[in-house]
């Protein structure tokens, strides 16, 4: 008699325990749709939109366009090359497009100096590189330019120690903006000089030197 009580009242048990889990399984259901149904819209109608990008009204950033002294437009990778000052014993930066269609550090070099040569564009500034000079060859050899010039860059020169200064440190500068750790070796027809004129030492290799800037 008592175990039939306690079969009935465990059947009664596992049944309520089953209509609870049907009760349940239903409110979260019911729950579900009504969350998709009408929560969920409400949410995203009444929500902060955000503004979509629009390219068409992006501001495009430009280099400006560089022209040389016959005013025709330069094209290039711009660099920059340092000419002397008009009435001051400074450099000064001038931006020039330099070709590097073949794009190694020796070429792109003897464009420089070729531009060096050729001299500048801007009224506010003078050469550096006497008159007749050329460049007969350009190395670079573990962090060194060897940079071999004509006879003319020491004859042709005007002399005065600032004069040389500036020379000198016009081809470093303009030279170390490829690699500004780099040094740079004079030569002239393949030879190493003790000096251009007289006032700066040419036998050990010189290095950048932005105070002149």
């Given at each position: 008699m008592i175990q039939n009580k306690k079969r009935t009242r465990q059947k009664q048990e596992n049944f309520l325990f089953f209509l609870m889990g049907i009760i349940l399984l239903g409110l979260l259901i019911s729950g579900y749709f009504l969350f998709v149904g009408k929560i969920l819209p409400?949410?995203?109608s009444s929500g902060t939109k955000i503004p979509s990008s629009n390219h068409s009204e992006s501001k495009k950033t430009t280099l400006p366009s560089l022209r040389?002294?016959?005013?025709?437009?330069?094209?290039?990778?711009a660099m920059n090359l340092y000419f002397a000052a008009k009435g001051q014993d400074k450099l000064v930066k001038e931006i020039r497009r330099i070709s590097t269609g073949e794009k190694t550090i020796i070429a792109i070099a003897i464009n420089l100096i070729n531009e060096l040569i050729r001299g500048p564009f801007s009224p506010e500034a003078r050469p550096l590189i006497s008159p007749g000079s050329q460049l007969r060859a350009l190395f670079f050899h573990k962090g060194i330019f060897y940079v071999d010039f004509s006879r003319e860059f020491i004859e042709n020169h005007p002399g005065g120690a600032q004069e040389e200064v500036l020379t000198i440190y016009?081809?470093?500068?303009?030279?170390?903006?490829?690699?500004?750790?780099?040094?740079?070796?004079?030569?002239?027809n393949g030879t190493e000089i003790d000096s251009l004129r007289g006032h700066v030492a040419l036998r050990q290799f010189i290095t950048r030197f932005d105070s002149l800037l």
């Open positions: 409400g949410i995203s040389d002294d016959q005013g025709n437009e330069q094209s290039g990778q016009s081809i470093v500068n303009t030279l170390t903006e490829l690699d500004s750790k780099a040094k740079v070796k004079f030569l002239v």
